[in-house]
């Protein structure tokens, strides 16, 4: 019996799951959904929807997840904006701008994550970098105001 192949998962491609994702959308939820009810309409964005509402942020302000999950979903004609797709896109959106930001590009020139993900929250342990380099952006922003 020849041996099993390692597997070696390669690493994410975060453009092109920014690029690939589904249009925003509303749905009727017609079962219980993560913590939301049968009956709610339900926004789902998609990452260029919450780059463009995190992009919107003022310089040196933030924002929690939950806000920007309740603006959405009213800006959009929604009761509720899926929790479970935010998650996921911000995790993508951030991951792109971690990346531009290794290529070089300023902070003036990515999308601002860390406007609304918070040094010590679930989804800032879940991305590539350590939470310093959110705390770094949101004090430098504070201390050196660019708008």
């Known amino acids: 019996m020849p041996a099993a192949k390692p597997t070696t998962k390669r690493p994410t491609d975060w ?3 920014f690029a690939k994702a589904k249009e925003p959308h509303t749905i009727v939820l017609h ?5 939301i009810k049968t009956g709610t309409t339900m926004y789902i ?3 260029g929807s919450i780059a463009n509402y995190i992009a919107r942020i003022p310089t040196g302000e933030t924002r929690s997840i939950e806000a920007m999950r309740n603006e959405l979903a009213r800006k959009n004609g929604a009761q509720a904006t899926c929790p479970v797709t935010t998650a996921i896109y911000l995790k ?3 991951e792109v701008a971690l ?3 290794a290529d070089g590009k300023t902070s003036q020139e990515v999308v601002p994550f860390w406007r609304l993900i918070a040094p010590d929250s679930k989804i800032a342990k879940k991305l590539s970098c350590d939470s310093q ?3 770094h952006y949101r004090q430098l922003e504070v201390a050196n105001p660019v708008d």
Do not use: H, M, W, Y
């Not at 079962?31 to 913590?35: I, K, L, R, S, V």
């Open 133 to 135: 380099v959110i705390d």
């Open 15 to 17: 453009r092109k799951r």
């Open 31 to 35: 079962t219980d959904f993560a913590g």
């Open 99 to 101: 990346a531009d930001l």
């Open 45 to 47: 964005g998609s990452p």
């Open 92 to 94: 993508v959106v951030a």
